[in-house]
Nanobody
Framework: VQLQASGGGLVQAGGSLRLSCAHSGRTFSSGTTAWFRQATGKEREFVAAIRWSGGNTFYADSVRGRFTISRDNAKMTVYLQMNSLTPEDTAVYYC????????????????????WGQGTLVTVSS
């Protein structure tokens, strides 16, 4: 199983980026994919999640209304559209997935997911 994250980069405050996470190696049709991020010196934190079956989405309060998570079933890819970025969004963003549905109470817990991508760096300048 492989999760390939891409799309990070340097952007000015107020700008936008779109991250992609390509899945391969197994089916995730009943699973859940999420994005976490980790800033320097801080713990990894939940950003957003999506269930492949039904498309239900979940967001951290800090990004709700600015970020949008979506999926393309045919491409087995999950996207994270990030708008109105601020320097506080600077972090390494990790894509993670579970082959099974992650229950709501575990969505924000990294232990709820079995597979992790390599991370992509997002830097927002002021």
């Amino acid at each position: 199983v492989q999760l390939q994250a891409s799309g990070g980069g340097l952007v000015q405050a107020g700008g936008s980026l779109r991250l992609s996470c390509a899945h391969s190696g197994r089916t995730f049709s009943s699973g859940t994919t999420a994005w976490f991020r980790q800033a320097t010196g801080k713990e990894r934190e939940f950003v957003a999640a999506i269930r492949w079956s039904g498309g239900n989405t979940f967001y951290a309060d800090s990004v709700r209304g600015r970020f949008t998570i979506s999926r393309d079933n045919a491409k087995m890819t999950v996207y994270l559209q990030m708008n109105s970025l601020t320097p506080e969004d600077t972090a390494v963003y990790y894509c993670t997935a579970s082959g099974q549905r992650v229950i709501t109470s575990m969505l924000q817990n990294p232990n709820g997911y079995a597979y992790w991508g390599q991370g992509t760096l997002v830097t927002v300048s002021s």
